[in-house]
RNA sequence: UGGGGAGUCGCCAAGUGGUAAGGCACCAGUUUUUGGUACUGGCAUUCGGGGGUUCGAAUCCCUCCUCCCCAG
C-alpha cells in the first residue's frame, strides 16, 4: 500500500514512517508548511522542522515531498485562532489544524497524489473509521482529534497509538538510527513555537488597558486588553499582595477582567455548561446513557450526563472540573471510544 | 507643626541587640503538540536619610525626611 507519512520533523512521525516501512508499505515522507514567518525577535523553526523531516525521508530511503499549506493554514487555523480571541474565547488551534488541514487538505492532497492511506504521529487509535485512545494514556491525543471525519480515519494510519511508553517509541528510534531519535518534544501551538500566545496575538491586536477587578469589585490593578487573559490564567497580572490572583471571567466589551484570590471560587469550578459546534465521528451519543468527557488535552476524563439544550447540549459533569473555558473543547468518550464533541459556549 | 501611629525587596509582611523568614509579583527551568494549570530554582551584604552607643543594631539613643489618624 501507498502511505503518505506527515513528518514534522519530530521523533513520533520519524517512526511512524520508519514502521510503516518496515512493514513493507510503500511510504513516502511529507512536511506540511503550514507557517513559515518569523516573529519579532523569534525565528520560526520550520526550515530546521523540514530539515529534520527530509533527513528522516533520507535516511529511511523514503521518497520525499513538502506540501505548502500556508495560505490555507493562515485562513483556517491562524485567523480563526485571532478571531476567536476577539470574541473573548479561548480557541483551541491545534484542534482546528487536525481538522481542516492534516485530516482534509492533507489528506485530499495526497489522495490526489497516488496514496492509498495517510499516516501520522498521533497518539491514538484508530479501527474501521473509529477512533480510540493510545495505549499510552498518559500521552493519548485524542483530544485534539475529534473533530475529524470517520471517512478520513478509514483513510488513515497511527501506529504510535499502539506503544504503552513514549519510551518505546524513542527506542525504535534508536534502534532504526533515525536522526530525530533525540530530539526534544515540542510543546506550545506548533506554528508559534516558542513565542508565547501573548506575544503572537500582540502581532494582530493593539493594546487597550482596562481594569481588573477582583471577587469584591474592587480594582486592583490595569491590565493590557482583556483578549490576552482566559479563565484560571495565574501570572501575568502583574499584581502582587497577598495570595495569587487567578482570572475568573472577563468582559469584553467592557474589557474588563475578573480575578479572585479564592481557589474555590464558583467561576472557576463548574459542572454545568454547554457545547455547541457538535462534531460526531459515528453515532450520536445516546443520551440516555453515561459517557466521561474530556475538557483539556491530560485532564482527567470524567463522567457526566448529556441533555439536548438550545443550540447543542448540556453537559452535566459529576465533579466540577477547573476552568471551564469559552471556546475550549469537551471531548466525548465511550470508554476508549471517542465519540466526538462540541465546543464550550 | 498639639497628640498618637508608621516607615524592612515592585507589593504584603516576619524579625525589638547577634549578624535580613515567608507570601505575591517578576525571571529562569521542568511538565505539556491549545490557552492554562502544577512543580523546581533565582530574586534585599541590606532594613527612609544622617549621626551616636555597642565586640556586634533593622532592632537602643539623637536628629532630619515622608506618610497616616485624631485634634485644629
Redesign the pocket.
Known sequence: MKVFV?L?G?V??SVTAALLKEQGHEVVGVYMKNWATDLPGFECPWREDYMDAKRVAVHLGIDFKMYDFQKEYKQKVVDY?IDEYKAGR??????M??QEV?FKLFLSTALEDGADMIA????ARIDDGKLFKAKNK??D?T??LYRVTKDALRKSLMPIGDFNT?QEVRDLAEKFGLPTAKK???????F?GKV???EFLEQYVSPKPGRILDQNDKEIGQHDGAI????????????????????VGKDMDKNEVYVSTD?DDKRLWLNDFEISGLHWIGDEPDLSKEYTVC?????QHTKAKLSKSKHGLKITLKDPA????A???MVIYDGDQVLGGGIIT
Open positions: 506527515g514534522s519530530g513520533d512521525s485562532m479561548t480557541p483551541n488551534p491545534d484542534i489544524c487536525n492534516k501520522t504521529g498521533h497518539y498518559d500521552k491525543q483530544y485534539f513514549k526534544k518534544d515540542s510543546q506550545g501551538i506548533c508559534v508565547g500566545i501573548r490576552f487573559y482566559t479563565i484560571g490564567q495565574r501570572s501575568g497580572l502583574g499584581v502582587g499582595g497577598g495570595l495569587p490572583y487567578y482570572v481557589l475538557h483539556r488535552y491530560r485532564a477547573r476552568a471551564i473555558t471556546g475550549q473543547s
